[in-house]
């Protein structure tokens, strides 16, 4: 999910072998032109090759490699410069029974952190002499920090769903942490 906060929200999905996008106006097709720029085709057009078609789409990546914004070229027409539309990461539903198996001290250096659950279903991380993260879960035993853009903390889990450590990944590097036994 993509927002600006005058032109509202672009959700991407994958169907069959497509990427398509929604609006609350109208649905495209994004067809590959070359690196990380896509041709919108309207899906009432998608079958047609369309030369004058003049709307493009460009994504672009965080220092941590991930996708985090698109701009949108030739929207308004009027505008030099493209659309910028920020990623929303939707956080995913998960049990409690789930995020239990993350819960425990972890140690790192001559520090221990500790994760925890709190009000039934959110995962906090923390650190001694920092306040209390809550996190969102994001995916692949991963979770971002609410309040802190660009922290999140992935957990390390073993072929037997075990979790043996959790690594803070954070702006200035990446730190492993492993589980207390």
């Not at 509202?8 to 609006?23: A, E, K, M, N, Y």
């Not at 039934?120 to 995916?139: A, K």
């Amino acid at each position: 999910m993509y927002e600006h906060p005058a032109y509202g929200v672009i959700q991407l999905f994958v169907r069959h072998d497509s990427l398509i996008g929604h609006t609350k106006i109208a649905d495209f097709y994004l067809k590959h032109y070359h690196y990380d720029v896509f041709k919108v085709l309207f899906l009432e057009d998608a079958d047609e090759e369309e030369d004058g078609v003049n709307f493009q789409i460009q994504f672009e990546s965080n220092l941590k490699g991930e996708i985090s914004a698109m701009k949108a070229y030739g929207l308004e027409p009027s505008l030099q410069t493209p659309v910028s539309y920020e990623k929303k990461i939707v956080a995913l539903a998960v049990e409690k029974d789930e995020l239990q198996k993350y819960v425990g001290d972890y140690v790192l250096g001559d520090m221990a952190a500790k994760v925890f659950v709190q009000a039934e279903n959110t995962l906090v991380v923390f650190v001694p002499g920092q306040p209390e993260y809550p996190t969102e879960p994001i995916g692949n035993h991963e979770f971002r920090l609410k309040d802190l853009a660009g922290y999140s903390v992935r957990f390390e889990v073993d072929a037997a769903g075990t979790v043996t450590a959790v690594y803070f990944i954070q702006p200035n590097g990446t730190f492993r942490a492993e589980k207390k036994k």
